[in-house]
């Protein structure tokens, strides 16, 4: 029986995540499970899967959360606070941690299960992102493994041999990421002048939350996750392309020295990578249909446009400048995706907000947790300075 803290129950991954297990109940429990401040909705998670522990990360709610889990019957211990998110996720409640949380909210928690030796089924790219050679390092000291969750991440590890997450001497020629295109796959850039969060939401695959959906819609999504692969498989920036395959059902391919070409396929149903993530090196049944490839050809593959996505060439740039960079990256998208999502940029700003951040702020070392994280907030001041003086 492995059991499971899911970090962000209530959002998209985390809803996915306890599909899977509800499907397991002999395998897998949800011992833990975390929301930020959606009290009713982690209640009601609460009541179907009966945790040991329910953490909500805004101290503010913790007296509601009790007193709700009492009216509906359910007994369990209550924390609040970024603090007691940590806690539980290098606590002895769960042997797994499933880092769902979004953003650079997730960092330290997914940090602490890595030190904990925790099984960590990651999600929560930013946190690789920003911090990845410190993550790694939390990993190998803390002697759990690391799975991705991220299902073109998880795909390549899927065609990696026996899942070894190092290419050296595996006789890996590149990493292929493919890449939905997002809502606005072949639009120009003045078709996208007038974009609004409600449209850039709405992708054709997948159902996302709103962060992960804009970031879909500004490539931005695919620049992390090259950083991401980057970090998981220490494959060089040459190493990795990406290639947009509207369809999503090669969720991504590796290429060998031979010319053999591997690719995991599926459909776009993030329950199959959960599902791997959670019982590997087993499998289990996850819920998602079996693939009718006749139904869904062709598919189709073609470059990507970095003229009009210019988030993704800027991920390329922040991953080839190294150090800190991908973390100051994430930082100014973090912010701008904020000021979109609230009508206050326009959406092809986003770009040129992350490009002026990282003009200010060049690469420099990563240190420690503590030096990154500065450069986090110096990233996201300098950011709303550049949303405040542009309006
Ligand atoms: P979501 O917005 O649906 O859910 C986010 C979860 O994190 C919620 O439970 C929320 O309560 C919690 N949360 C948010 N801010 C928090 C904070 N400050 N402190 C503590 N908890 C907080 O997001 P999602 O779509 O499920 O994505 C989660 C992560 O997984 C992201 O990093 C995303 O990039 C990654 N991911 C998502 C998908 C997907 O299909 N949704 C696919 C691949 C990777
Ligand atoms: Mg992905």
């Not at 494959?235 to 290639?243: K, N, R, T």
Request: a negative charge; proline letters at 5%; hydrophobic letters at 50%.
């Amino acid at each position: 029986m492995k059991n499971v803290a899911v970090l962000g129950a209530t959002g998209s991954i985390g809803g996915n995540t306890l599909d899977v297990i509800a499907r397991h109940p002999q395998r897998f429990r949800a011992s833990v499970l975390t929301a930020h401040r959606q009290v009713e909705a982690l209640v009601a998670l609460c009541a179907q899967h009966r945790p040991a522990l329910a953490v909500i990360a805004d101290p503010s709610l913790e007296t509601e959360l009790s007193r709700r889990l009492v009216a509906a019957g359910v007994r369990c211990e209550v924390a609040s606070g970024h603090a007691a998110l940590t806690a539980a996720a290098a606590g002895g409640l769960c042997d797994t941690v499933v880092a769902a949380i979004v953003g650079a909210a997730g960092l330290e928690s997914t940090l602490a299960a890595a030190r904990a030796g925790k099984h960590l089924l990651l999600a929560n790219k930013e946190s690789i992102v920003m911090a990845g050679p410190l993550l790694l390092e939390a990993v190998a000291t803390g002697g759990g493994a690391l799975i991705p969750v991220d299902s073109e991440h998880n795909a390549i590890f899927q065609c990696l041999p026996g899942g070894r997450p190092e290419l050296r001497g595996s006789g890996v020629r590149r990493l292929i990421l493919t890449a939905s295109g997002g809502p606005f796959r072949g639009r120009t850039r003045a078709e996208l002048a007038d974009i609004t969060p409600d449209q850039a939401c709405k992708h054709p695959n997948w159902v996302m939350g709103r962060k992960i959906s804009v970031d879909s819609a500004t490539l931005m999504n695919k620049g992390l996750e090259v950083i991401e692969a980057h970090h998981l498989f220490g494959a060089p920036a040459e190493a990795i392309d990406v290639v947009v395959h509207p369809q999503s059902l090669v969720h991504s391919m590796v290429e060998y020295v031979d010319g053999s070409v591997l690719a995991q396929l599926g459909n776009p149903d993030m329950r199959t990578a959960i599902a791997h993530a959670l019982a590997w090196p087993e499998r289990v049944e996850s819920g998602v249909a079996s693939l009718d490839l006749a139904a869904c050809a062709p598919l189709q593959f073609e470059s990507p446009d970095l003229n009009t996505f210019r988030c993704l060439a800027l991920a390329f740039q922040a991953l080839r400048a190294g150090g800190d960079a991908p973390a100051v990256l994430n930082a100014a998208n973090e912010i701008a995706v904020e000021a979109f999502l609230a009508g206050a940029l326009p959406f092809l700003s986003i770009a040129d907000v992350v490009e002026a951040v990282l003009a200010e702020l060049p690469a420099q070392a990563v240190v420690d947790v503590e030096t990154l994280c500065e450069r986090d907030r110096t990233a996201r001041e300098a950011a709303r300075r550049i949303l405040r003086n542009a309006c």
